[in-house]
């Protein structure tokens, strides 16, 4: 029987080892803190929880108009705190039932190569225990990004780790990153009250995302408070009495921001620390992990997955190949494609995307066919009160496959899952409008994007 150790227990760590045990290995699994890594403890799921009462206390607090009358609602933070933990445990203790239901062994411990095929697991009481398999998968995740400015370590300036975790809603808070952390942040603190700016860097928030669809979710978020400063670059924070100063420049001029916190989600990056690689050859990038398609590192036996290893630091892809490490382990020849991976923000409303933006489709593909559909004309989000937001779909113009789509308006994370599919499947915008969408549906804005692409939108008024 092939022994496979897994070192780190979040999302990609703990699928390896029960596909590996699934797959007739013995897997031991090494995780030094909670299972379910940041992911369950200090990122997914927890912001999840928040942005989620954020959003109905939003609805809620504005319900006159649909003939809710809500008198003396307020946030208990305290109980949604005690929540967030409720979710978090009842999930992680799921994850180590999973494991146990599969066999895996769990050592808690902290794991570092001692060899090649061994690694030495020190443990919280200082003792030591040696693990000797025929492949490994490193699965250790990443840290949040420090900035190395000054007033860094002041009081109230903290991280997403920190974020979740406040005595109160904090009255004013200023959140240093535009990115996918700090714009979830952004949207909970401002629904529950909170005064928010954001300082970006770049020219706009979200790079990575279709740079329309950014933008109206940026407008959409200045509407209801939140104060953006791009192109912006923070040079350092004070504190003046019991407000801390976010000192910046934005091109000559000058700025200083106020906030009672300060939250700096400038990125994670990967961690490796401590897992003594270099000393047994194995090949590590700007403290990334180098690995091939088959998430195997140059050393034979030894593969990485997720955050440590990745190019793309999302939980749902270091599932993916944390299945495809344990497949190739166990005989299987699979190799890793990023072609088709979603990329969710849980903002309110939310937005997600998949394949290429417009941009990238362009320089790409050539000549490409592009559909809109304004959610202003889809009976179901009208019905939701949430109008504000858009479906648009790439596809290629000679062929009509589709390359992208992306969705900013509610559920756009459970419904990027079809363009997903399409993608999958290399479908096309016929294919699209010849499936019958239910009615009514926010989905449906789906196929009237796709039939907008060939000008033939039933809902939009005719140029």
């Not at 535009?178 to 629904?191: K, P």
Request: aromatic share 4%; charged share 20%; proline share 4%.
């Amino acid at each position: 029987m092939k022994r496979v150790v897994v070192i780190g227990g979040g999302p990609g760590g703990y699928v390896a080892a029960i596909r590996a045990a699934q797959l007739g290995a013995d897997v031991t699994l090494v995780e030094k803190g909670e299972l379910g890594g940041t992911c369950l403890n200090r990122g997914c799921i927890p912001t999840k929880v928040l942005l989620h009462t954020a959003e109905l206390y939003s609805s809620v607090k504005g319900g006159k108009r649909i003939g809710l009358n809500a008198e003396g609602l307020s946030v208990d933070w305290k109980t949604l705190m005690d929540r967030k933990s409720s979710v978090v445990k009842q999930l992680t203790n799921g994850v180590k039932a999973l494991l146990s239901s599969n066999g895996v062994s769990i050592v808690q411990g902290e794991g570092s190569f001692a060899a090649p095929q061994e690694v030495l697991v020190t443990k919280k009481d200082g003792t030591k225990e040696s693990l000797k398999g025929d492949a490994f998968v490193v699965a250790t995740g990443s840290a949040p990004v420090k900035l190395p400015l000054p007033g860094m370590d002041l009081e109230g300036v903290i991280t997403s780790d920190e974020a979740l975790s406040l005595d109160e809603i904090p009255e004013s808070i200023v959140i240093v990153g535009g990115g996918v952390i700090g714009m979830e942040f952004a949207s909970v603190f401002s629904s529950l009250g909170s005064q928010v700016a954001v300082v970006e860097m770049l020219p706009e928030i979200l790079p990575p995302m279709d740079s329309e669809m950014a933008a109206a979710l940026k407008k959409i978020m200045e509407r209801k408070g939140v104060r953006f400063h791009t192109s912006t670059t923070v040079t350092g924070i004070t504190r003046e009495k019991d407000m801390l100063q976010v000192k910046a420049k934005a091109g000559e001029k000058e700025l200083s921001l106020a906030g009672k916190k300060v939250l700096v989600a400038v990125g994670r990056k990967p961690y490796t620390a401590g897992l003594n690689l270099e000393d047994i050859g194995v090949k590590v990038e700007r403290g990334r992990i180098t690995v091939n398609e088959q998430m195997e590192t140059n050393v034979g036996g030894i593969y990485a997955i997720g955050d440590c290893a990745s190019p793309i630091m999302l939980a749902h892809v270091a599932m993916t190949e944390g299945a495809t490490a344990a497949g190739n382990i166990m005989g299987e020849h699979k190799a890793m494609n990023y072609k088709v991976v979603p990329n969710c923000l849980y903002t309110s409303p939310e937005l997600a995307g998949v394949g290429l933006t417009e941009e990238e489709a362009k320089k790409r593909a050539g000549e490409v066919k592009v559909g809109r559909f304004p959610l202003a004309a889809n009976g179901k989000a009208l019905i939701l009160g949430e109008t504000q937001g858009m479906v648009k779909i790439i596809a290629d113009a000679k062929y009509g496959e589709i390359l992208g789509l992306h969705i900013l308006g509610p559920k756009a994370t459970e419904l990027i899952a079809e363009g997903a599919m399409a993608m999958t499947l290399e479908a096309t915008l016929e294919e699209i409008t010849s499936t019958i969408h239910p009615h009514p549906t926010v989905g449906e804005a789906i196929f009237e994007a796709a039939l907008a692409a060939d000008g033939i939108s039933i809902h939009m008024p005719k140029r």
